[in-house]
Structures are given as structure tokens and as C-alpha cells.
């Protein structure tokens, strides 16, 4: 039950007062790059498919979880284009959106990439209000919760990114429509809304010897009315096959990463996110997976390494 009353008091926190972060968060955003940002579109040179899930806060009841599919390939010299889709719940809130990406790169030297990109596609929002028992405070209903919400609205995203073959530096904004949700006018009740989300990224990739490299990035996040959210991760890559790392989010979580080529094109990976807030009572942790898969049909690319 104590469970329970934490998991409402975060939802209805999120849902009344509006401002809070809404994207899902990702431990792996280094592998699920094009979810965040649609000038990555055809980066990778490949027919490149995605699939990551999340299990956030594991023991609290109704806690969040993720799905996301990313496809994206290149169409031709210099475009790129994409599918994406993303389940997140969390509690009685779900939410639904599938995108189409589109990217146009720009060759600034011999090895240097400048790509921008524009994410288009629609967003299901439900909430089960009715599925709530709320404790009766007070004679009546509460006019918020005395219906379902069921929304679909169009969103557009934008995005630009310069890469080479050792180092990227990203920013975007998946979710560029700001649009409300529970709005009253008796009075008794504000306006809840999704708010536009920023994300930053960067990395790079040092070689330690033949056989080691060393791959520090960064995701740093920004939404209004909340703290500025900050991933820094530092991964150690043995043998162009087995990666391990750790990541640390700035006041929230610590985070231990694993992922294995199994073959040249396949990739699949794990993430554990220890709670180090005071929420990490009542949770036993994190968990995240994740299955990256590159089709080469052109057999160009084999030689190029394809590190982020």
C-alpha cells in the first residue's frame, strides 16, 4: 500500500502541476539515438533497426515502462529517413507515438558529417482516470476524475547533428507541439501540459590500444520548470565486441552497462539503474534492454567502424 501512495502522489504531482519531464529517460541513448533526435536518420550508413525496452523503478506498482522501435536508413547521397515508435505507461497514463524521420547531411570535411533532421507523426494520450480510487476527502466527486481522457494530436520534432567517425554533438526537440491536457474552468483545477523537451548530446571515442577504446558521452535534457537532467557515461569497448560501462545521472541514478556483438551487425545490451534518491527505498532498481541489428545491403560500409 505505502507503495501504492507513492507511485499516485508522482502521477497526480506530474499530471496537476504540468511541468514535470514527460520524454521517457533512456540509459542507452547512445544506441537509441534517432528516438531523441531525427537528424541521425541514415548516420550509421546501414539499414539500422532498434529495439529497446525499460522497466523503471522495478517493485512499485504501475511504475513507468518503455517500448521503443527505431528503423532508419539512408535513401540516398545525402538523405536519410526513418520510422519510430514509442509505447510509455505509467500508471493509468499512456501514451503512444509513431513518427516518420527525415534528414538531409551536409559533408563539412573529409571526415565530418553535419545533418539536420525533422520528426513528424501523431501522439495518442490516454489516461484511466476512472481506474483511480482516490480517498473521499470530501462529499462528491472530484470533477477532474469523473471521465477518461483519450487525446490524439499531431507533433513535430527537429534536430541537428555533426558527426565523424570518433566524435558526434547532437541537439534537438522530438516534441515540438505544446499541447494541454485536463484543462476545467470551474476553477478547481489549472491545466496539465506536455511540455517541449531538449536534448543535447555529445561523445567521442579514444583509442587506448589495438584492442581498447574508451567511448565518454553526455545526454543532457531540458524542460521547462524542471532541473536540467544530466547523463554522463563512460563506456570501455574491448576488441571492437564487448562493451562495459558505467553512467551517473546527476541526482537521480548510477548506472551499470553491458552489451555484446554478437555478430558484426547485431548488438544487444543491458543497463541497470540504481536509485540514489530517497525514492530508492521503495524500488529495487532499473532495468533496461536493448537489441541493435545493421543490414548492409550495399557491402560499402563493412570497413568503416560504426561506434555510436
Not at 48 to 73: E, F, N, Y
Not at 144 to 151: G, I, K
Not at 291 to 307: A, C, M, T, V
Request: net charge negative; proline share 4%; aromatic share 12%.
Amino acid at each position: 500500500m505505502k507503495k501504492l501512495v507513492i507511485v499516485s502522489v508522482l502521477f497526480l504531482s506530474s499530471i496537476l502541476d504540468g511541468y514535470s519531464q514527460q520524454d521517457p529517460q533512456y540509459t542507452q541513448y547512445m544506441y537509441n539515438m534517432n528516438i531523441v533526435n531525427p537528424a541521425y536518420a541514415g548516420s550509421r550508413g546501414t539499414l539500422s533497426i532498434g529495439l529497446l525496452g525499460r522497466m523503471q523503478w522495478v517493485g512499485i506498482d504501475d511504475a513507468p515502462k518503455t517500448a521503443t522501435m527505431a528503423v532508419h536508413a539512408p535513401l540516398g547521397k545525402n538523405l536519410g529517413g526513418g520510422f519510430s515508435a514509442i509505447l510509455d505507461r505509467h500508471g493509468p497514463v499512456k501514451e503512444q507515438n509513431i513518427f516518420a524521420d527525415i534528414s538531409y547531411t551536409v559533408t563539412t570535411s573529409e571526415e565530418g558529417r553535419l545533418a539536420f533532421g525533422l520528426k513528424g507523426g501523431i501522439t495518442f494520450f490516454d489516461v484511466g482516470l476512472l481506474s483511480l480510487t482516490l480517498p473521499q476527502t470530501a462529499p462528491g466527486v472530484d470533477p477532474l476524475f469523473d471521465d477518461n481522457v483519450n487525446e490524439s494530436f499531431p507533433n513535430f520534432g527537429a534536430g541537428v547533428y555533426y558527426y565523424t567517425d570518433k566524435f558526434y554533438i547532437g541537439l534537438s526537440a522530438p516534441n515540438l507541439v505544446e499541447t494541454k491536457h485536463l484543462e476545467k474552468d470551474n476553477g478547481t483545477i489549472t491545466k496539465a501540459s506536455e511540455k517541449m523537451h531538449y536534448f543535447g548530446t555529445l561523445g567521442y571515442v579514444f583509442d587506448l590500444s589495438e584492442t581498447l577504446k574508451f567511448k565518454p558521452s553526455v545526454m543532457a535534457k531540458a524542460v521547462s520548470g524542471s532541473p536540467l537532467s544530466i547523463d554522463a557515461s563512460a563506456n570501455f569497448l574491448f576488441n571492437d565486441r564487448l562493451e562495459l560501462g558505467a553512467s551517473y545521472r546527476f541526482g537521480d541514478s548510477v548506472s551499470g552497462l553491458i552489451n555484446f556483438g554478437v555478430t558484426r551487425d547485431l548488438r544487444i545490451g543491458y543497463a541497470y539503474d540504481y536509485t540514489t534518491t530517497n525514492l530508492g527505498d521503495y524500488n529495487d532498481g532499473t532495468h533496461e534492454v536493448f537489441l541493435q541489428w545493421d543490414i548492409d545491403f550495399s557491402k560499402k560500409n563493412l570497413k568503416s567502424p560504426r561506434f555510436f
